[in-house]
């Protein structure tokens, strides 16, 4: 992405206009910002790839560990650079199902990330991304999440036919994460976008999560939408 790009391009790289509802939602639950004299909030990102996340969180005045399975530095450092939020961004090779911190940050998020861990059908290992979570985060903090959704029949369809990850992502439903995120002492859930996915290019997702805005979030179930976002405070 250029300098030029809209923030919502650069922070979600893909499937921008369906995943960047997440982020109004997000920016009201972040904690002030501390004075120029104090301690800036700690954050955490987890499946990183890219870094936009990070580069977000950097730009509120977070410090951030920007964290993937591997990689993430070689992986995620241009964009930093290129914003030039290097100071405020280290970088880590974290397992998100163990997370070597505890009562450490004021954020941690993610997106799309818990159905590829939770691969070959291992519901546990998702959960225990949440506890990991939870016990990384201060008392008080917030994680800022969102997830790709079992969705609808035409969905499951669509992706044994035409997703190459599809055999073994393990796709969550809205129940799950409630479950998953029990130990949180609230919980905030949106779901939102049925049409976008379908894009085979960023135009077309484009152009069709316009059509989940003008007519598919209102007619559809709510089960049958494949993002969820939201808050969950420890």
Known sequence: MSAQSKPAEIYFQWDIRNWSKALPCWEKALPPAKPQTGAAPKALELGGREGGLSLWLAQKGFQVICSDLSGAEATASPLHR?????A????????????????????????SIIGGIGRNNNKEIQREVFAQIHKALKPGGKLLFAENLTASPLHKFFRRRFTNWSGYWRYVTEAELREFMQPFSSVEIHTTGFAGTFGRSEKQKNFLARTDEWLWN?????????????????
């Not at 405020?88 to 997106?111: G, M, Q």
């Open 88 to 111: 405020k961004i280290t970088y880590a090779d974290i397992d998100a199902s163990n997370i070597p911190f505890e009562n450490e940050f004021d954020v941690v998020v993610f997106k």
């Open 82 to 86: 290129q914003h030039g939020v290097t």
């Open 218 to 234: 209102a007619v559809t179930p709510r089960s049958w939408k494949y993002i969820a976002y939201g808050v969950a405070v420890k």
